[in-house]
């Protein structure tokens, strides 16, 4: 501050004034927090619309449009399909990785993304598979479940989530021919990277028309509980009625079958299951919106909780 006795009157109150000015600046930068210093990400489930989840559904109808009307294994709609969910996952920061496998004399792959950070010996892992049937574009079964888990992938990476457990999601191949994909991601794991999973959340046929109750996975048989019920709470809480069932006809089947816990849901079977019918208009967006966010509620508690 200049010798305030060496200035006139009037650049001596101008030197005030600039020197109040300087300190509360000064203040008011101490106070506001820097780029090191940026909220956390919430640690609360954000909520998503139809607007969010359904151009993923329009996106997947389209590649079927343009692929003789299917995403079946071994075709260019199934690549398609794939390379669309994975260029979405690594514009949000995810580590991406394609499994490749063969069956009927084609090749097949599934879609691995993880999330960076958590414990990587206790990881949450949710998939879905993308493939459909020769039939039909598949779009309910399962481009419905699909994009419920690339939604809630993009949610994590978009709320900056930094998890206890490590994410990984996950996109499975030739599910429609008997869980090819899923039972091959399975097989090719190491005894240490299958302990290592903790819990298997997996969404099929997410979207069905005129739903009346969501179809709960409940694992007793591996001891699981603790993900059945959170499912059943969040659905509760809304009203919604719900009804369990057992491990088995999707590809938690494969989990369960190598000893690890699993839970999810579906929707039901819909009329025009593994038919040309099965297309955009045979989601209600309603009832896929309703899935995302019940998917996005029970992996957002559980990415934050150690295992038990």
């Not at 020769?134 to 930094?162: C, E, R, Y």
């Not at 021919?177 to 290592?196: E, T």
């Amino acid at each position: 501050m200049p010798n305030l006795s060496l200035l006139s009157p009037e650049r001596c109150g101008q030197a005030v004034r600039a020197a109040v000015l300087v300190l509360v600046l000064a203040l008011y930068a101490a106070l506001m927090p820097s780029s090191a210093q940026a909220t956390p990400p919430t640690s609360t489930a954000p909520t998503v619309s139809q607007s969010q989840v359904m151009p993923h559904l329009k996106a997947l109808q389209r590649i079927a449009d343009r692929n003789g009307g299917n995403r079946a294994h071994g075709t260019q709609g199934y690549a398609q399909s794939v390379a669309y969910v994975r260029h979405a996952l690594d514009r949000a920061g995810f580590h991406t990785e394609l499994r490749h496998f063969s069956y009927g004399g084609a090749d097949g792959y599934n879609l691995i993304a993880d999330w960076p950070g958590g414990d990587p010996n206790h990881v949450l892992l949710t998939g879905a598979h993308l493939d459909s049937v020769a039939a039909g574009p598949g779009i309910n079964d399962n481009g419905s479940g699909a994009a419920a888990v690339l939604t809630t992938a993009l949610q994590v990476a978009k709320a900056g989530l930094k998890p206890t457990r490590h994410l990984r999601f996950a996109w499975w191949g030739a599910e429609e021919l008997g869980l090819i994909g899923s039972a091959d991601y399975v097989r090719g794991l190491s005894a240490d990277d299958r302990k290592a999973v903790d819990l298997y959340l997996n969404l099929d046929q997410a979207g069905s028309k005129n739903t009346q109750q969501w179809l709960v996975v409940n694992d007793a048989a591996h001891g699981e509980s603790a993900a059945f019920q959170a499912f059943q709470a969040w659905f509760a809480a809304r009203g919604i009625a719900t009804f369990d069932i057992g491990v088995g006809g999707s590809d938690h089947e494969s989990f369960g079958k190598a000893g690890i816990a699993s839970s999810g849901f579906s929707t039901g079977i819909s009329d025009c299951i593994h038919n040309a019918c099965d297309n955009l208009a045979n989601v209600d967006p309603v009832t896929e919106t309703t899935s995302t966010n019940a998917l996005i509620g029970v992996v957002w508690q559980f990415a934050a909780t150690a295992r038990s």
